[in-house]
């Protein structure tokens, strides 16, 4: 079975190019006693893979050069010698940026397209959804009149934590790129206020605010602003900082930190990977929230693995509108 | 009764010089029904006064111009209208800066001289030891084995945290700013490391660390290395910042940021004044520590009020080791 893959060629300085990336055509075989064979429908890329492609040993290895990259995926099994997998079955694995996956079903989990669509594995009703509900609950712990402060909040973690805000009553301001993404949340996702940080600088935008929690996914200039708004015992959701992946030396970070001290503020970093029992509660939540319309989503497909590399350096300049995916059949 | 007292003339700019100060004689007059005078024998200059005198409010509204001064101050009663003192009582106020003061009783605490000196109330026994106290163990929650990097660990606030950390079994990291400081955290308090952070930078000193708590009172550059050195799920203690203090404009704060979210970190400010549900247990405690010379403090003292702004200022630069305080009887 032939499948083309996609590999680091080289670590990028600064923002990825197409030349930091190869793609490969590979036989992957048979399935052995044990394994199956999955066709890769959609892909997923993720900030947080930017820094793993720097050589920095972080919670999880880096990606080694001349191997394909990894990530979520969801396709369907064209072959199976495994007990618990049939073809046609619809899985989720971590094989991404490949077309047809050889496992032995670790990391493999079977979904049900009629309870939701596939893809979804890979948003709102998968990793990017659990982040969201994590972060803003177990480290914002918003209560009800509270104001929410969510970065990136157009993309595929802070759309849906700008929602889960709403829905416990909070006010909830968002910044986005583009005059589109802020549309969007303002008008079609129910946020209270949205800005355009390219066109308003955070500071500024954030300057009558009150903050009870922020939820960061971006770090840098906004980072500084949300501390410089924030209400004495603030939250800080400390989730990513996009806008320093691409940064390649030292850059001025915050340069108000003493009010950290001053406004006893607390700032938790965390991953999501090490929140795993909270997936039980995360799914019940959010299936029914999909449901009933409360949490709305919106994906942005790229098509063809052989533009998967686009689709990545897209997503760290902010071409996507809530999920960045790649269709890959 | 004729008192001096230190005023604020000026707000400074960067580090304050003898000029952003003045020295007043006043008269305070007798003791109305239900008031006491106090003639102050020391006061305290602490760290936490340097912010107080911008014109921000935070969480203690902004020293006012022209008026005097305030901050921990120990001395005796020597006329009393007040049911509750006696001439000739040792007492606690807030009341420094002043040689002698005309109070109704707020914020005044009797002392007993012979359980422990005076000055102790102004440090290890008083709010410096329990803001050590409550920042190691409540926010740094050292486990026994833990490595714990304490910065400013000549400091009132840093040498007593340090000599807690080791209390609780943990390897004891101390930076300071003189080799005379480094010799007294490593010989005589017992640290298992400690180094002159003006001979090597702190990224260079923490190179071969990991650490579990960084208690931090110095901010910049030692919180940047901190956040370089610390383990996954490390506890920063946001204590202060004084390298910050009397920074006039913006300055790179610490350019690694993003570990704080892939290391899982947690920073949390808090102020002492907010944690006075701790001073039974800490003071219970920090006496029985003291008494059995398992912590054990130094104080460094200038004489006479006209020199407490030179105190003040001194403390700033690092001329104490120990407990800052000005001896004014």
């Known amino acids: 079975m032939r499948s083309r893959e996609i590999r680091l060629a080289a670590r990028p300085t600064g923002t990825p190019t197409d030349g930091d990336f190869e793609l490969a055509e590979v036989d992957v075989g048979e399935p052995a006693d044990g394994e199956l064979l999955i066709r890769n429908e959609i892909m997923s890329v993720d900030p947080y893979m930017?820094?793993?492609?720097?050589?920095?040993?972080?919670?999880?290895?880096?990606?080694?050069?001349?191997?394909?990259?990894?990530?979520?995926?969801?396709?369907?099994?064209?072959?199976?010698?495994?007990?618990?997998?049939?073809?046609?079955?619809?899985?989720?694995?971590?094989?991404?940026?490949?077309?047809?996956?050889?496992?032995?079903?670790?990391?493999?989990?079977?979904?049900?397209?009629?309870?939701?669509?596939?893809?979804?594995?890979?948003?709102?009703?998968?990793?990017?959804?659990?982040?969201?509900?994590?972060?803003?609950?177990?480290?914002?712990r918003p209560e009800e009149g509270d104001t929410v402060f969510v970065s990136g909040a157009a993309g595929a973690v802070g759309s849906i934590a700008g929602q889960i805000a709403k829905l416990k009553g909070c006010r909830v301001i968002g910044s986005a790129g583009s005059p589109e993404k802020v549309a969007w949340i303002r008008d079609e996702l129910g946020f209270d206020a949205a800005f355009d940080y390219k066109e308003t600088p955070p500071r500024e935008a954030l300057r009558d605010e009150k903050l009870d929690v922020y939820f960061d996914n971006v770090g840098g200039d906004h980072l500084e602003a949300a501390i410089g708004a924030a209400k004495p015992f603030a939250r800080f959701v400390e989730c990513g900082m996009i806008s320093r992946y691409n940064v390649g030396g030292p850059e001025p970070a915050p340069r108000n930190m003493p009010l950290i001290v001053t406004k006893r503020l607390l700032l938790q970093g965390f991953i999501v990977s090490d929140r795993a029992d909270r997936a039980r509660d995360f799914f019940r939540d959010m299936t029914e929230w999909v449901r009933d319309g409360k949490v709305r989503y919106r994906e942005t497909y790229v098509d063809g693995i052989e533009n998967a590399p686009r689709a990545f350096i897209g997503l760290l300049q902010g071409e996507n509108i809530g999920k960045m995916l790649v269709r890959l059949a």
Do not use: C
Request: no cysteine; proline share 10%; charged share 20%.
């Open 50 to 140: 930017r820094p793993r492609m720097n050589d920095v040993r972080s919670y999880v290895p880096p990606f080694q050069i001349g191997e394909p990259l990894a990530g979520g995926a969801v396709g369907r099994v064209v072959a199976s010698r495994h007990p618990g997998y049939a073809e046609g079955d619809w899985v989720f694995s971590m094989l991404g940026w490949r077309e047809v996956a050889r496992s032995d079903g670790s990391g493999v989990r079977k979904l049900d397209p009629d309870a939701a669509p596939p893809s979804t594995a890979l948003g709102v009703l998968g990793m990017p959804g659990l982040t969201a509900y994590v972060g803003l609950l177990d480290i914002g």
